[in-house]
């Protein structure tokens, strides 16, 4: 079997595929499968992987491209659909809207109907979070955010925000939000945010939710929907997703490196050495 994994790539020619694990049914030899999560070790060439945890890719989707979608669609889809249900008429906010997340989520969230605001830091990402599906884009090292939304909405605020960045913006999430609106803090790139005092959702009537992919992938169905929906999503073309950068295995030390320096948008994959 292929096996692709947080950050890693199927590798299409296996040289020596022996067999499954006892007692797998519906699995052969050449399958190709995918997984996002646990567990870890996907900074590699082969991986023994539970059953339970693998998913089949179907042929419609490039091996790159299941590489890099399985974490970061599932994550939007649960955030989308199940976290917070986003329907056409809502205004939403995306932080890190070039990133690997932020871009699916402008993207399936246009195709919701919804009202999509982005922030990003720079030019080059502001035009990729304007094609990806974002209506307004702030690019917040020269925009006031908080002023920006503001004036999008009329003063009315944002149904619901997804921030991954954490420490640096859930302070300005919260005061974007409209009465009764959603923070789904979901990362923490710029580092754990602070404790927030209930009186801060108070004033407003807001919920706040810090979820994790794990806990609504947990069962097999849960895991099956998500990825089928990211699937389904990607052949219809609701959601393009961009390998805008690969790295191989031998050289996988500079990736997170590039991540944590902001050289990268879209999503980054590990190739095989043996691929290259
Ligand atoms: N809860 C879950 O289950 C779950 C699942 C998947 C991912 N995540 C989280 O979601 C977040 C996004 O993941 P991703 O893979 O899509 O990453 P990413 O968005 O491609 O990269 C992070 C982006 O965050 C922005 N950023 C703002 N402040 C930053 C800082 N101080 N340091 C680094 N980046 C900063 C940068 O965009 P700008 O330059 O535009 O600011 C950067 O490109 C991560 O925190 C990840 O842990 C959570």
Redesign the pocket.
């Known amino acids: 079997m292929s096996i692709s994994g947080r950050g890693s790539t199927p590798r299409p020619r296996c040289p020596s595929p022996q067999t499954v694990g006892p007692g797998l049914t519906g699995g052969k030899v050449g399958d190709v499968v995918a997984y996002a999560g646990n567990p870890m070790g996907s900074y590699a060439q082969e991986q023994i992987l539970p059953a339970s945890v693998a998913i089949p890719v179907p042929p419609s989707v490039d091996h790159k491209q299941a590489a890099s979608v399985m ?2 669609g599932m ?1 939007a889809h649960v955030l989308l659909r199940r976290v917070f249900k986003v329907e056409s008429g809502h205004t939403i906010l995306v932080h ?7 871009s699916l989520l402008c993207q399936w969230a246009n195709a919701l109907g919804a009202t999509v605001i982005g ?4 030019e080059e ?1 502001a035009a990729q979070a304007s094609q990806d599906g974002c209506h307004h884009v702030i690019i917040y090292t020269k925009e006031d955010v908080v002023a920006r939304v503001k004036e999008i909405t009329s003063g009315k605020g944002l149904n619901v925000v997804y921030d ?2 954490g420490k ?1 913006t859930y302070k300005a999430s919260i005061e974007c939000l409209a009465p009764r609106g959603f923070l789904v803090s ?6 754990k945010p602070d404790p927030i005092p209930m009186s801060d959702l108070a004033s407003k009537s807001l919920f706040l939710t810090r ?4 806990h609504y992938t947990a069962t097999r169905d849960e895991l099956l929907e998500s990825a089928g929906e990211v699937f389904a999503n990607i052949a219809n073309g609701v959601l393009r997703v961009r390998v805008n950068h690969t790295y191989l295995l031998s050289e996988a030390a500079r990736a997170p490196a590039d ?2 320096g ?1 050289k ?2 879209g999503s980054i994959v590990l190739i095989p050495d043996t691929d290259s």
């Not at 922030?119 to 720079?122: A, E, G, H």
């Not at 979901?186 to 580092?191: H, I, L, M, P, T």
């Not at 979820?211 to 794990?214: C, H, K, N, Q, R």
């Open positions: 974490l970061k994550t890190a809207a070039a990133g690997g997340v932020g922030t990003v830091s720079n990402k991954s960045v640096d979901f990362g923490q790139s710029s580092g979820p994790s992919l794990m991540l944590e902001r990268t948008s």
